[in-house]
């Protein structure tokens, strides 16, 4: 089965930096997507950036500009890098793969913001 196994979260000034990272293994085939959401607070889950299987990345509005999303497709690891952090930004970060076969999430990592 494929996992997920996300790394990189961790506890930074406004205006600092993190890049987080999301290997995956298992039966990786096909058409994908791989995506990064997020969980601020008690509210839902929200998109914050995904590869689509046409090659495009859409990011959320509030983070364009700021983060950035890479794979590496011989290490089957895809990344955020995310900089200028803002406090609303804190949240736990879940990393996506979507295949034919089904929808994997990864852990989740906690990024926290401070002021």
């Known amino acids: 089965q494929v996992q997920l196994v996300e790394s990189g979260g961790g506890s930074v000034q406004a205006g600092g930096s993190l890049r987080l990272s999301c290997a995956a293994s298992g039966p990786i085939f096909g058409d994908r997507a791989d995506g990064w959401f997020r969980q601020r607070g008690g509210a839902q889950r929200e998109l914050v950036a995904v590869?689509?299987?046409?090659?495009?990345?859409t990011y959320a509005d509030s983070v364009k500009g700021r983060f950035t999303f890479s794979r590496d497709d011989a290490k089957n690891t895809h990344y955020l890098q995310m900089n200028s952090l803002k406090p609303e930004d804190t949240g736990v970060y879940y990393c996506q793969l979507v295949l034919n076969s089904g929808v994997t999430w990864g852990q989740g990592t906690q990024v926290s913001v401070s002021a």
């Open positions: 590869l689509g299987a046409h090659g495009r990345i």
